[in-house]
């Protein structure tokens, strides 16, 4: 499923980049984590961010940022944001598959930097069928990107999110399985 993630900025999250910035650091991006939202006996909903979080509402899992980079600037302004790659892997076999309805952007202290979530629909589930790739770009237009960073455990991964998206858009989508199976076993060897 392609869906725009447009997340809510956290009061925790900025004043971590504000202070890293005048420290003279970076405020690193590190983890994306998944959740199940707002649960309510056997049901979990979205719901709206007000950027007083500080945690997810319900995590499932918090996995390392496989690839990703910067995303170029306009002329004479901050870069935008980040293209980031994560795999999050299967549930354990038998679990009952979850609904996605909250994703959180952590920096590598833990703070939860940014979450999108939706009262609307979630974003997809997590089975024990199979992994979930989280490729997109994560536009941060209020924070100040250039004092930013990301930490990723495969930098030699390359970008294939436009490949991918343009094969998918073109009705390819054999073509488009067969290109992320080939990604995959790059990311096993």
Known sequence: MSEDLVPTITRAGLAACRNAQGSGLLATIAAVAIG?????GSNAVGYSPTGAETALKSEITRVPLLSGSQIGSLAG???LGFRVLAEVPAAATGTPPAPINEVGWFLSDGTLLCLWSSATYPL???T???SLELAHDLFLSQLPVASM???????DLPDTLPVLAR???AGQRALADKARAFVRAFTNA
């Open 124 to 126: 997809g589930f997590l």
């Open 36 to 40: 199940r939202g707002v649960v309510s």
């Open 77 to 79: 302004s901050d870069p």
């Open 128 to 130: 024990d069928k199979a």
């Open 149 to 155: 960073a990301i930490t990723v455990t495969r930098p």
């Open 167 to 169: 094969l998918c858009a």
